[in-house]
């Protein structure tokens, strides 16, 4: 429940974006020209998605990958019931794509290109995936700025893939 760390610590105080770089990553500075952005199209993921599309602009042949989790965990039926999920798996995938594809089309342009993607799982688990099997440089994704509660619990997709992902992980606020 209560995190140790210095990053987790920097990460419930800082208001700024940022990058949180393991041990293995520390030999060599992170490259911008392959990003992977998780979106759920809340106003924090796409600060993040604007954020990497800055951060790339500048790169030849830059890629951000924008990412949905089609799987997304949901409401459950409740103590007195089973908990089974409200949302069928698969449900989420139609709609999901509609809402990628207007996306990719307002972030393209400025030499970097964009591409949609979609992975079932939970959104820390299609994320990790999914940087792993494209390579990413960076994963990229946006939060709320901490306060009250939050400077104390984190339970965030970003702070997980703070534990969980094998690469550089870039917070947005």
Do not use: W, Y
């Given at each position: ?25 520390a ?33 030849e ?44 089309k ?68």
């Amino acid at each position: 429940m209560f995190l140790g760390s210095v990053a987790d610590a920097t990460l419930k105080q800082v208001s700024l974006p940022t990058l949180v770089v393991h041990p293995g990553d520390a030999v060599r500075a992170p490259r911008t020209t392959n990003l992977l952005v998780g979106t759920d199209f809340s106003p924090e993921s796409n600060r993040a998605a604007e954020f990497a599309m800055r951060l790339a602009a500048p790169r030849e042949q830059a890629t951000v990958g924008l990412l949905v989790a089609t799987l997304l965990p949901g409401p459950f039926t409740g103590l007195e019931m089973p908990a089974v999920p409200m949302v069928e798996p698969g449900e989420t995938e139609a709609p999901a794509r509609e809402a990628l594809a207007r996306r990719v089309k307002e972030l393209a342009g400025n030499g970097v290109r964009v591409e949609g993607l979609t992975c079932p799982g939970s959104p820390v688990e299609a994320i990790r995936d999914v940087s792993e099997q494209r390579k990413a440089d960076v994963i990229v994704v946006g939060t709320t700025a901490p306060s009250g509660a939050a400077r104390v619990l984190l339970g965030s997709v970003a702070t997980d893939l703070v534990h969980q992902a094998d690469r550089p992980v870039l917070i947005v606020r």
